[in-house]
């Protein structure tokens, strides 16, 4: 199996790759906003996208001659992004595209092309096209051949390089998993993650650090517009939300590389965090921020592929959280604000997210199952074991369609 691998490495240009690198963003940008206004533009104008019409990267750079001076594989990948956002809205997917701006962090990616794109370890060197070697600082080292690199400038001045390869995967993935080593979570706005038997708080480091936001954010429209006062104001600003983001990142590796240690399997239900920000207005910002669910999925995908152990992810259609785990019926009448609530069926007590987490577990256990995994049962004491293979017989993971009544004495049994 082969996994995506980004190494991110901090790059130490001379002040002439600084300028040349600049100059790569600006015509980045200037050819992304050039793009997206005569797209927009035509949509104007004749109501539908612009398609084959467009304006190729080369006739461009004839009315810009200025775009020549630049890396053009940068400038063709972002036509290929600008093509991808317009796509992604024209079928619903995504928001309109943005115009670039020249305030905020700056990136291009490029792509190895007949390895233009090197990396010498040794005298730890990154070769971009058109930049030439660049120094960096970093001890990690990695076979595989270089497949694109993603150039960026910090708002504080920093530049990095997010450096992708493909990893050929040797660990066979587990053919049988305990199942007292599968755990299932649910994400929930208040904690992190939330198991049947443990939960992880979100530390909140945004909204912890809000005030503290605020008070900079006003010193920045405090001051004259295009003075170096503010540039320096902004600067601070920028550099309070890359260290915030920085204990962020650490704590999501910490928890994911526990989480890949300590299980065989893990289940977790695809959340849609675009669309819970467009329901819940009010917890956008530390969804947005403090959340970063789409991060931390793609860390724990990885750690857990290397160890050749599997990770579920649960449609977000599938009714988690109103399904009642001790019965199996689904309570259409449950709101966001229910934290606990009484099924109509049976009169089990649940707390939301638990019950979520459970109902979660039996999803993943049967997509398991079909995927043709086996999952071990736990050993159980002498007197408990003729129930638990009854059970087994009839069905391995009790589906709801089943008759209800016997699920919810082989329940009662455990
Ligand atoms: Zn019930």
Redesign the pocket.
């Known amino acids: 199996m082969e996994i995506d691998r980004a190494f991110k490495i901090r790059l130490y240009p001379t002040a002439d790759q600084a300028a040349l690198l600049a100059k790569t963003f600006g015509c980045k940008r200037f050819i992304w906003n050039a793009m997206l206004a005569e797209r927009m533009a035509w949509y104007r104008d004749h109501g539908k996208s612009i398609g084959n019409q467009r304006k190729t990267e080369k006739e461009w750079k004839i009315s810009f001659p200025f775009l020549k001076t630049v890396d053009a594989i940068a400038l063709q990948q972002a036509r290929i992004d600008l093509d991808r956002a317009y796509d992604n809205f024209f079928t619903g997917r995504a928001r309109f595209p943005l115009f670039k701006s020249r305030k905020g962090k700056q990136s291009y990616r490029t792509i190895n092309v007949n390895d233009n794109v090197k990396i010498d370890f040794h005298r730890r060197h990154l070769t971009l096209p058109k930049v030439g070697p660049v120094a960096y600082r970093d001890d990690r080292a990695f076979m595989e051949r270089v497949r694109s690199v993603t150039v960026s400038r910090t708002k504080t001045g920093r530049f990095f390089a997010s450096i992708l390869v493909k990893q050929e995967c040797k660990v066979e993935p587990l053919a049988a998993l305990q199942e007292d080593k599968i755990a299932a979570f649910d994400m929930s706005s208040r904690n992190f993650l939330v198991g049947e038997h443990s939960r992880y708080e979100n530390p909140r480091f945004y909204r912890s650090a809000e005030p503290r936001l605020v008070r900079l954010h006003r010193r920045v429209s405090r001051k004259l517009k295009g003075s170096s006062n503010r540039d320096k104001a902004r600067v601070r600003l920028a550099r309070t939300y890359e260290k915030i983001g920085h204990r962020r990142t650490d704590w999501l590796q910490k928890i994911s590389t526990t989480l890949a240690n300590e299980h065989e399997g893990i289940i977790i239900e695809d959340l849609n965090v675009a669309s819970m920000k467009r329901w819940n207005g009010g917890i956008a910002k530390s969804v947005t921020l403090d959340f970063s669910w789409g991060a931390f999925v793609r860390m724990l995908g990885y750690k857990m592929a290397w160890r050749g152990k599997h990770i579920v992810m649960i449609n977000r259609f599938y009714p988690s959280s109103k399904t ?6 689904v ?1 259409r009448t449950l709101t966001l604000a229910d934290r606990h609530w009484t ?6 007590m649940h707390d939301r997210d638990v019950n979520a987490a459970i109902t979660i577990k039996r999803e993943g256990l049967r997509i398991l199952s079909e995927k043709g995994i086996k999952v071990i049962k736990p050993t159980l004491p002498l007197e408990r074991r003729e129930s638990t293979l009854l059970e087994t017989r009839q069905d391995q993971f009790p589906r709801w369609h089943g008759s209800m009544k016997e699920e919810s004495t082989s329940f009662r049994a455990w």
């Open positions: 009642c785990s001790a019965c199996g019926a309570n099924c109509p069926s049976c009169g089990a």
